[in-house]
């Protein structure tokens, strides 16, 4: 029997990409992208089928992060596997710079 506070089953091929992401930055680590500090939340976005009578729940490798914005709000936003080499170089750039 499930409940809702259990973390759902992930099976390898639903983690393609994950290890990529965690290897990068893993939950709770900081980074920077555009001049804004990010925190990571999460490594993989789900959504339902498109077919109503779907249930399946599908994952996709995401870097999900948060960030309060000039306003003092707080905002999410998720990056793809595609984004990855970007964000890698710009902080290995930065990080570089501070040392």
Do not use: W
């Amino acid at each position: 029997m499930s409940t809702s506070n259990e973390k759902p089953a992930v099976t390898a091929s639903e983690t393609y990409g994950v290890n990529e992401l965690k290897a990068f930055r893993d939950i709770g680590e900081h980074f920077t992208h555009l001049g804004v500090d990010l925190i990571v939340i999460g490594h993989y976005t789900s959504s339902f089928g498109s077919n109503p009578h779907d249930l399946e729940i599908y994952y996709s490798p995401r870097l999900k992060c948060e960030y309060v914005d000039k306003n003092g709000v707080l905002r999410e936003v998720a990056f793809g596997l595609s984004k990855l080499p970007a964000l890698i170089a710009e902080n290995t750039q930065a990080e570089s710079e501070e040392a």
